[in-house]
């Protein structure tokens, strides 16, 4: 089944040419092509993990979720029943609408497979990024609670916070900015002289969002979110572990390696080790030169290993010291019992694994006053498009629903939207229709079909091959959404008690005025 990729918020504005894009998480202009981000910014694609979650959500199933970072560490802990988290917060710039609904989704998903859910108000982000004042944030953030709640979201293993009153947020992101510096700033989202302080306030906030569920117990954490948020997960993954006492990567021999070229020293190791030992690094050298066709990373490894030479070629675990006192790392040596040898900065373990000796190290330094943390993981989720074409967006009424619409109006809405059908409907029988460049097909996949994925792959084909004509298409989706609406809107009826139980006030404009 195929899905539109267009009707989002990523931003081209500083693009020197066509292929050059930049993120921009305020930006407001549309990608044209969801591949850019995989070669230009290292999100990976999520469809390989389908066949190792028992489950998976149907935003999944469909594409919708479509790319990832570090996201095999989340599988891993569902599956071996370990802890883990996942956060995502919203902006309450205006209420939440059936793009954001896909967020709670997500959430709750993740919550139901044995995460501790986060679901935060970036209420100072509103205040300072988008200039709200505090009473409008009050009354969108009570919704946005509202329909986090109505979307199944368990209070009792989760938790809702707003940035404002959380505490611990706010002095983490005080500390983050020791971290960190301006050109940093500057590179990552291009700020400027005339920047306002707040924007880079807002950043940290974020980062300390994106950490707080790691405070007390580090754990993978998985943030969701659209692609417009990953400069915030770069930085952050980056802070997560530039904030270590200490790192441990894997490594062969005496030089470093970065994950693209230890998977060549692995192969190369699985295949050479059972007839060769020892082994020496020109070995290897020698072996990957003559099984691989010449590439840049091909270049860079048979140097260091030719640097090497006559080194032993040997997996191993390296724990370098990043920021402790010598006194401390030579105790942490001490807790290691394994096989392992010292140099100044770093130690090589021998034959443990990697998750091992990762463990130690991590809880070494939680007890020692270090934070410990994972660099947190994301997952990325098309946006939708907008139903006036363009992108869904808070600022243009007739593009999105609300999740608090009134139904009848939801109705005109999907009856009024733009289509991918052809001129005529002579033409849309003899062509079919553009299901992939249809925001009604979208509604279908992305919300009124919820789980039966059957329903949707009928409305695509249908469309696709000309049978399935647009204004019967409208309606069927315009009754779906009435419903849609009406039920959930019950439900948020029905949810309204547990805001008493929240750890924070959110008032009721309403009863104010
Ligand atoms: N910046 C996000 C937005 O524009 C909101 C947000 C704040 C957020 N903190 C977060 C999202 C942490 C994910 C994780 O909507
Ligand atoms: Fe869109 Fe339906 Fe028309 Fe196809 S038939 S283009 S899915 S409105």
């Known amino acids: 089944m195929g899905l539109g990729g267009k009707g989002d918020t990523m931003n081209n504005k500083s693009s020197k040419d066509n292929k050059h894009i930049s993120i921009d998480p305020w930006g407001s202009s549309t990608i044209e092509d969801y591949n850019d981000l995989f070669t230009q910014f290292g999100i990976s694609k999520f469809e390989h993990f389908l066949p190792n979650i028992s489950h998976p959500h149907y935003l999944m199933r469909r594409g919708i979720i479509f790319g990832h970072r570090g996201y095999q560490s989340i599988i891993k802990a569902i599956n071996s029943k370990s802890p883990f988290s996942v956060l995502s917060g919203f902006m309450p710039t205006g209420d939440p609408h059936i793009g954001h609904k896909m967020v709670f989704d997500e959430i709750v998903w993740h919550q139901k497979q044995g995460a501790k859910a986060y679901g935060l108000i970036a209420d100072l982000e509103a205040h300072a990024a988008r200039k709200l004042s505090w009473s409008e944030i009050d009354g969108h953030a009570r919704n946005y609670v509202l329909a986090l709640l109505a979307s199944d979201f368990n209070l009792e293993t989760g938790e809702i916070y707003r940035q404002s009153e959380n505490r611990q947020v706010r002095d983490l992101a005080f500390e983050l900015g020791i971290e960190t510096n301006f050109s940093e700033m500057q590179s990552i989202y291009g700020f400027s002289g005339n920047t306002e302080l707040s924007h880079i306030q807002s950043v940290l906030t974020q980062a300390a969002d994106i950490l707080y569920p790691q405070l007390d117990h580090p754990q993978p954490t998985v943030i969701p979110v659209g692609p417009d948020q990953d400069p915030h997960l770069r930085l952050t993954r980056d802070l997560?572990?530039?904030?270590?006492?200490?790192?441990?990567?894997?490594?062969?021999?005496?030089?470093?390696?970065?994950?693209?070229?230890?998977?060549?020293?692995?192969?190369?190791?699985?295949?050479?080790?059972?007839?060769?030992?020892?082994?020496?690094?020109?070995?290897?050298?020698?072996?990957?030169?003559?099984?691989?066709?010449?590439?840049?990373?091909?270049?860079?490894?048979?140097?260091?290993?030719?640097?090497?030479?006559?080194?032993?070629?040997?997996?191993?675990?390296?724990?370098?010291?990043?920021?402790?006192?010598?006194?401390?790392?030579?105790?942490?040596?001490?807790?290691?019992?394994?096989?392992?040898?010292?140099?100044?900065?770093?130690?090589?373990?021998?034959d443990a694994s990697h998750d091992e000796i990762d463990n130690i190290v991590r809880e070494f330094e939680i007890e020692h006053g270090g934070y410990g943390f994972y660099p947190p993981l994301s997952l990325y989720h098309r946006f939708m498009s907008g139903l006036t074409g363009g992108k869904m967006s808070s600022s243009i009424p007739d593009s999105y629903i609300s999740l608090f619409e009134d139904p009848e109006s939801g109705y005109q809405k999907v009856k009024q939207s733009i289509t991918g059908g052809r001129e005529s409907a002579k033409l849309q029988r003899e062509l079919g229709g553009e299901a992939d460049k249809c925001p009604v097909y979208e509604l279908y996949a992305y919300l009124l079909t919820q789980d039966d994925d059957s329903y949707a792959q009928r409305v695509y084909e249908e469309c696709t091959n000309g049978t399935r004509l647009c204004g019967d298409c409208k309606e069927e989706a315009a009754n779906l959404m009435r419903e849609f609406l009406k039920d959930y809107q019950q439900k948020i009826k029905e949810v309204e008690p547990l805001l008493e139980k929240l750890n924070f006030n959110i008032s009721n404009p309403e009863e104010n005025s």
Not at 247 to 270: G, I, K, N, Q, R
């Open 240 to 350: 997560a572990s530039r904030l270590r006492l200490f790192s441990v990567t894997e490594a062969y021999a005496s030089f470093e390696a970065d994950p693209m070229e230890l998977e060549y020293l692995e192969t190369a190791f699985d295949k050479l080790s059972p007839t060769k030992t020892p082994l020496h690094c020109n070995d290897v050298a020698d072996w990957i030169e003559n099984e691989n066709k010449p590439s840049e990373v091909l270049t860079t490894i048979t140097n260091k290993l030719k640097e090497a030479s006559k080194e032993e070629f040997y997996p191993r675990v390296r724990v370098i010291n990043h920021r402790a006192t010598s006194d401390l790392f030579k105790k942490l040596e001490s807790r290691i019992s394994e096989n392992k040898q010292t140099y100044k900065q770093h130690l090589d373990v021998f």
